[in-house]
């Protein structure tokens, strides 16, 4: 048996208009998808496919890619057919973009309505054009770049702000009879941006791009990012999730997928379950699980590895496992679904565990 991970879920999900990203259905019970962003120059055609790819290969669902020039406009048509996954195009400033990331094909357009010059005045040719290409817009409110308007009208960016721009923005849209669209309303404070998204969700059904922006390097933007999505996603609201790290695109997926898995939103891939050692710890369990989850990273199937380190939660952890180590006296009983199938010297427990966990893959049917 696979070890179960049918756990209910937190929250009933939002119910949300669903929209097609390219292929990828977003909202109205959709799987959440994991969003990221290219940092190459997009005019960099080769490089910006590279990293496309090495985020696909991460686990990315749909990719954002900056549009500041012409060149990189040009650049859109190439890319977004031949990248792996849908493509959105990520524009500031100049609403002629808007119409050129249609043009190439893009699965989505983001637009911001806080910064684009004359953007409501347009709203009418963008809403038909992208009607007729068949291409949702994303509506990406962002506390850094709020409409100028509204904060004076609130003195900052407020949750009442964001939404108020964000919720404008599709008023303009919807008088075009235009609905294919997506909203984010980020903040760099993990509280104002809950409470923000809160707000939007009672007054809207539109899907939610969920995102802490500009949260900083690489901890603290991992830590900020989950405790906002993990207290949104556990009431049922986001679609889509961005996590933004001071760090390479690659890293913001896996730390995307890793709190989707651990909200029960997504199958868990890896979980290494290990404890934090403590003084009656008798085997190294940091060096011991920090080499296990290296030798196991990429493997295809769900799998949930217990390493402990002594026998006091040891054998029930790993009994519960798939896989597991319970270790004491320099040695490790190693556990397979729940039965000790061998005994070996501390030495051999990574070797023994990742050669067992390569069989297990194996019966479960991975390549
Ligand atoms: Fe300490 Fe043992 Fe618990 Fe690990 S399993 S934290 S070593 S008591």
Redesign the pocket.
């Known amino acids: 048996k696979r070890h179960d991970h049918d756990i209910e879920p937190l929250a009933p999900r939002r119910q949300t208009r669903q929209l097609n990203v390219g292929g990828v259905l977003v909202g109205g019970g959709a799987p959440i998808s994991v969003q990221s962003m290219t940092t190459t120059r997009t005019s960099d055609i080769g490089a910006t496919l590279q990293q496309i790819a090495e985020l696909t290969a991460t686990g990315c669902n749909i990719v954002r890619v900056a549009c500041p020039t012409q060149d990189d406009a040009d650049a859109l048509k190439i890319i977004a057919k031949q990248s792996q996954i849908p493509v959105i195009a990520d524009i500031h400033f100049q609403p002629k973009y808007v119409f050129a990331a249609i043009d190439a094909g893009c699965a989505a357009v983001r637009v911001n309505p806080g910064n684009i010059k004359q953007f409501d005045d347009r709203v009418g040719e963008i809403a038909k054009a992208a009607k007729d290409a068949g291409t949702p817009i994303r509506i990406g409110v962002n506390a850094g770049s709020l409409d100028k308007r509204l904060l004076q009208k609130y003195g900052k960016a407020t949750p009442e702000a964001l939404v108020e721009s964000a919720l404008w923005e599709a008023s303009l849209f919807e008088e075009h009879d235009f609905r294919d669209i997506k909203i984010s309303v980020k903040h760099n404070d993990p509280v104002v941006m809950i409470k923000a998204y809160r707000l939007l969700s009672q007054q809207c059904e539109y899907p939610l791009h969920l995102g802490v922006t500009e949260a900083g390097p690489a901890f603290q933007g991992t830590i900020k990012s989950a405790a906002a999505f993990g207290a949104l996603l556990a009431e049922g609201i986001g679609d889509t999730i961005r996590v933004s790290l001071s760090a390479p695109p690659v890293e913001e997926v896996k730390v995307g997928n890793q709190i989707l898995e651990s909200m029960g939103l997504k199958e868990r891939g890896l979980e290494i379950v290990s404890?934090?050692?403590?003084g009656?710890?008798q085997v190294d369990?940091y060096t011991l699980a920090e080499q296990v989850t290296a030798g196991l990273e990429g493997l295809p199937v769900p799998l949930r590895v217990a390493v402990?380190?002594?026998v006091?939660?040891?054998p029930g952890e790993a009994r519960e496992a798939d896989l597991g180590v319970a270790s004491g006296n320099g040695k490790g009983q190693i556990f397979v679904k729940g039965e000790v199938i061998r005994t070996v010297p501390e030495s051999q427990i990574v070797e023994t565990l990742i050669e067992e966990a390569v069989k297990l893959a194996e019966a479960m049917g991975a390549d």
């Open positions: 404890c934090p050692s403590c009656r710890a369990v402990m380190g002594c006091v939660n040891g």
